[in-house]
């Protein structure tokens, strides 16, 4: 989840930079270090806010920690995220190198740049497909976690696993080390599509993992779902749906396709060899999903994202609630309060600097109160819940109510938003067109 979210911010950046704007239900990632975001928000507060005072709060809840395990058994067609085929002697090159990088977390520019408490109370192990590792790495690279932050109790720990990699022996393990929330990577319940995507496992093998994982002791567990793949029909999807459904799982997630560049889709689909589902189609399978979900017992509480009460992503939400949140690993992306990082992408740059020292930030970018705001203005609307003006004015400093009257104005009409006492949120329409509402905070 973490990792496509990266990825899908990225081309929303790119799109609204062009005003090549169409129907997006993407999930945008708070960590923003793109150079055209950073100048169209520039232009913007030339002209609208140059004079409404700024202050930049201190954060003082938890904190979340992202860690990027960059291994895949083999390649998705669909893929665009950094990571390499599993090799066991990369992969332990790679977990001393990302020990490393935590212990020496307190002498990082990133913890030093930040102006917040040490205490964690969610990790996630991302990717990649972390479950391709050994599963006493996780608690090995928990210990070294907890020598540098404070872990709170209860904490969150969520690890994605992919179907095919763990069997019951294994999870019992990956239980021992304190991992409390599983994100399997189910994708889809029908073998034929699982082919065509490119995954290396079975509906079978989603199933076994699944029934495995409650056997060792798993209360929280998360299920990925991608729609909108070519050659998907609403049946079709709609019987992945209720296989899923049907599973009892705590949690739902729920990513419509997106073409990376570069994946061996983008490449089919510019040849002409495959045909994309339409935005019509897309809206529909959107809407009908999330219809079945909801009327399940799950609530929808981010555009992506259904939820059993009181099971929502701790790790997520601080994404989507303008919290600050720790990347360690390869191409992974922070947040410290007053700046956006992300770290170096290439796997041989990262083993040589965590062996000698030196940077491992590609990009680094200070925020001005400003920014933040926005972004969080942004982030907050793909909840449900939507965000509180007032708050969000009172605590950033600027008039929430005028930015919103402003940037908006001309989609009032067309029914994407609503503002019911102080709170704002995107209506159904608005979450189909999310991208849409976006833009004009930019
Ligand atoms: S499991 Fe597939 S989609 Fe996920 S990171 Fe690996 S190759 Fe990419």
């Known amino acids: 989840m973490s990792r496509t979210a990266c990825f899908q911010y990225r081309k929303a950046i790119q799109q609204i930079a062009t005003n090549s704007l169409s129907l997006s239900l993407i999930t945008i990632h ?22 409404q005072p700024q202050k930049f709060p201190d954060d003082l809840d938890p904190i979340g920690v992202y860690i990027h395990i960059p291994f895949c058994m083999t390649r998705c067609n669909y893929c665009g995220f950094v990571s390499y085929t599993s090799d066991t002697m990369l992969e332990n090159l790679y977990i001393d ?27 996630y192990f991302g990717g990649g497909t972390p479950s391709v590792l050994d599963p006493n790495t996780f608690g090995r690279l928990l210990r070294s976690v907890s020598e540098t932050l404070i872990p709170t109790n209860p904490i969150e720990i969520t690890i994605e696993v992919n179907p095919g990699t763990y069997g019951k022996d294994k999870l019992d393990v990956l239980r021992g080390t304190g991992i409390t929330r599983l994100s399997i990577g189910a994708q889809s319940l029908n073998d034929s599509e699982l082919q065509k995507m490119g995954r290396s496992h079975s509906s079978r093998d989603f199933t076994n993992l699944y029934s495995a994982a409650r056997s060792a ?14 050659g998907q029909t609403i049946k079709s999807i709609m019987k992945s749906v209720k296989g899923i459904i049907e599973l009892e799982p705590d949690h739902i997630s729920v990513y419509l396709l997106e073409i990376k ?21 897309l809206a529909d399978i959107y809407e009908t999903i999330c219809s079945k979900i909801q009327e399940s017992g799950f609530q929808q ?20 609630s303008d919290k600050i949140f720790l990347g360690l690993g390869l ?23 965590t062996a000698h020292g030196g940077p491992l930030i590609d990009s680094f970018t200070d925020m001005d109160a400003l920014t933040r705001f926005k972004d969080a203005m942004i982030m907050g609307l793909r909840l449900t819940d939507g965000v509180d003006l007032e708050l969000m ?25 609503e503002i019911h006492k102080n709170m704002i949120r995107l209506t159904p329409r608005g979450r189909l067109l999310s991208n849409i509402v976006f833009s004009h905070f930019l």
């Open 30 to 51: 708070p960590i923003i270090q793109n150079t055209i975001y950073v100048g169209i928000i520039q232009c913007y507060d030339s002209h609208t806010m140059s004079n």
């Open 97 to 123: 190198a990302l020990t490393r990088e935590i212990q020496h977390l307190d002498s990082s520019p990133v913890l030093i740049s930040g102006s917040f408490p040490k205490k964690v109370d969610s990790i």
């Open 393 to 417: 004015g009172d605590y950033y400093g600027f008039d929430a109510y005028s930015f919103v009257d402003e940037s908006l104005h001309d989609l009032k009409s067309a029914g994407l938003y």
């Open 331 to 353: 191409a992974a992306h922070g947040m410290t309060g007053r700046a956006r990082y992300s770290n170096i992408v290439d796997l041989e740059k990262y083993l040589e600097i």
């Open 301 to 320: 509480y981010e555009i992506s994202n259904f939820s059993k009460k009181g099971m929502e992503s701790r790790h997520n939400m601080k994404y989507w």
């Open 261 to 281: 560049t570069g994946s061996p889709l983008e490449r089919d689909s510019r040849n002409g060899g495959l045909r994309l589902l339409d935005d019509d189609v």
């Open 217 to 230: 002791g798993f209360e929280n567990i998360s299920v990925d779902l991608l729609a909108g793949y070519p």
